[in-house]
Each structure stands twice: as C-alpha cells, then as structure tokens.
C-alpha cells in the first residue's frame, strides 16, 4: 500500500497530546499567519524591539472565518512543501506555509536540507498535479 511511518508517528503525537491538559487540538484549520510583536504594533518604534510570539491566526475551513488563536508558546509543525512543485507525491496541503509563516516572523528555517521531498515524481498530461 504505501509507507506507513508518516501515519504511526502522527497517531502517537496525537494520542500523547490528547493526554495533555493544557493542549487543545483543533483540525480542519489552516494556519494564515503568526502573531507577532513588533510587526502588530501601531508603535513604530516597536519595530526596534526583539520579535516575539504570542499565538496565529487560522482559517477555519468548515466555517471560512479567520480566527486568533493566541499561545504562550507556538510551535510550527506544518509538514511539508511538496506542492511548490507542479508534480509531486505530498498531499495537496504539503504547501510550505509553516516555513513562510516563520520567515516572516523573523525566524529561519533551522537544516531545511532535511527537508523531504520527491523529486521522481511522474507527470501525467491528463492528470492535474498528480
């Protein structure tokens, strides 16, 4: 059928975070931007001060509203890029946003040489993005 590792690390991460008090999962979101300080700030002095952040706003794809989402730690595990690509094999939501997201706030993307990606992908005419 395929490779399975992806799926079995996925359900332990969710099965230990259900675990967890202070964590609330949410799905079917799409992550637009993070909150940051200074670049919300209407002080432009701000914008000499260190980033910092404070939550992001997501998309709720079920009821197509923007919501803040505000966090005293934010961690981006977005998966992968693949779709930059006209062809690939990662799923259609594989589209960078979580490295984007962080870039512009400031922070680079740590190694992005272990990034995964296929790049034998086939390319069939009749087939969009396959």
Known sequence: MGDGT???IMDGLVAALKQKANV???????????ITFPHNSRDPLAAYQPIACHGAYVFDRAGKTVHRTLAAATILATGGLGRIFRNTTNPPGARGDGLAMAGRAGRAS???EYIQFHPTALSVPARKGS
């Open 6 to 8: 992806g799926r079995a």
């Open 24 to 34: 609330e999962l949410e799905t079917n979101y799409t992550g637009v931007d993070l």
């Open 110 to 112: 740590p190694n992005a």
